[in-house]
């Protein structure tokens, strides 16, 4: 079965600060992967996504994120982030048609 | 109606009554899905639906059930609510296919007591 981990439940960063999140999933087969983001009090929306290609993808807000495939790993990266970003984040990867496996989600806070 | 919405907001249910948690899209997405977000746990698939009339179960199914009468509806209905799907359900949906990305609402908080 697939499934998703993400390393970090919470993060404190300070702003300005690099941020990277860890995330890695099990599936032996082609995958797409994708990263959501949650902010306080609203609804998941998409931050980019992978299908093939480059595997370095550059999403919104100026996130990115870096398949390698040989450590099963999607890792979400930010050189600068703003208070702004505080939000939660999640992983996740397609799971037969249609179906998308989430990670449990990391919960990110930044101060001023 | 712009995207997907869901209803109610927020409800507060005694155990053991019938609750439908109601999902409306206005993008004619084929697919359709009801997640329950819990702490710790992030997203998990309670049932989807690929295309109007068919609906398949997901990681946590039990307790719960879905129809799609429409490309447009797509109800979860818990028929005897208990303490453990306090949670909050998150209705999204899709173009068809493996690749979409799924569009989410803006949930419904549900608090079973």
């Known amino acids: 079965a697939q499934s998703v981990s993400q390393h970090n439940h919470h993060v404190i960063l300070s702003e300005a600060a690099s941020l990277e999140l860890g995330c890695n999933y099990s599936y032996g087969g082609t995958v797409n992967l994708f990263w959501y983001v949650q902010y306080p009090g609203q609804h998941l929306q998409l931050l980019l996504k992978?299908?093939?290609?480059?595997?370095l993808v550059k999403g919104i807000k100026g996130f990115e994120a870096e398949f390698i495939k040989s450590k099963f790993s999607f890792n979400l990266r930010k050189p600068s982030v703003q208070w702004s970003d505080t939000a939660e984040y999640f992983c996740a990867v397609s799971g037969g048609y249609n179906k998308l496996i989430f990670g449990a989600g990391t919960r990110l806070a930044v101060h001023p | 109606i712009a995207g997907i919405t869901q209803a109610p907001t927020s409800q507060i249910l005694a155990a053991g009554r019938r609750m439908t948690l109601r999902c409306t899209q206005d993008m004619r997405h084929n697919a359709m899905y009801w997640y329950r977000q819990d702490l710790g746990l992030g997203l998990r698939l309670i049932h989807y639906?690929?295309?109007?009339?068919?609906?398949g179960k997901g990681e946590v199914p039990d307790g719960y059930s879905v129809s799609r009468a429409n490309t447009d509806d797509f109800p979860l209905t818990l028929a005897s609510a208990v303490p453990s799907q306090t949670s909050v359900y998150f209705c999204?949906?899709?173009?068809?296919?493996?690749?979409?990305?799924?569009?989410f609402g803006p949930g419904t908080r549900l608090t079973v007591l």
């Open positions: 992978y299908f093939s290609g480059d595997p």
């Open positions: 999204a949906s899709s173009v068809a296919g493996d690749n979409n990305e799924q569009f």
């Open positions: 639906s690929n295309t109007a009339g068919t609906t």
